[in-house]
């Protein structure tokens, strides 16, 4: 089985709020706020399994530097805005193309029918 782990609020809840807005986080903001909820400079291993956690959660992802997602974006539009419009009536699409991580990313059905 896969292994588990305990989030605990007084720990997450500072990062939770700093990611709540979606906008892109560097690790030296994490490993910022880590510091100040612990009145110290947040370890390097605390810092890792932070990230780690969050990003088996699948509350974190991993995004490219912001002159790469600049560069894909015009092209990752065009490309999601044609799936649309090809799939404009298909109940299976459930992915579209990220600039941030460069990855697909899944939509579910209630966000897929505001299309």
Known sequence: MGKTFTMHQ???EPIFEALKDHSI???????DILSA???RKAAFN?????????KTQGSLQVAQEKS?????KHSSDRFNQAIIEEN???YYLNRLVSPISAKGIYLNKK???RF
């Open 10 to 12: 007084h720990v997450y």
């Open 25 to 31: 986080v560097s690790a030296k903001e994490i490993q």
């Open 37 to 39: 909820h612990h009145k």
């Open 46 to 54: 605390e810092l890792v399994d932070v990230i780690v956690n969050l």
């Open 68 to 72: 790469a997602i600049e560069q894909a």
């Open 88 to 90: 404009q009536y298909a």
């Open 111 to 113: 966000r897929a029918s």
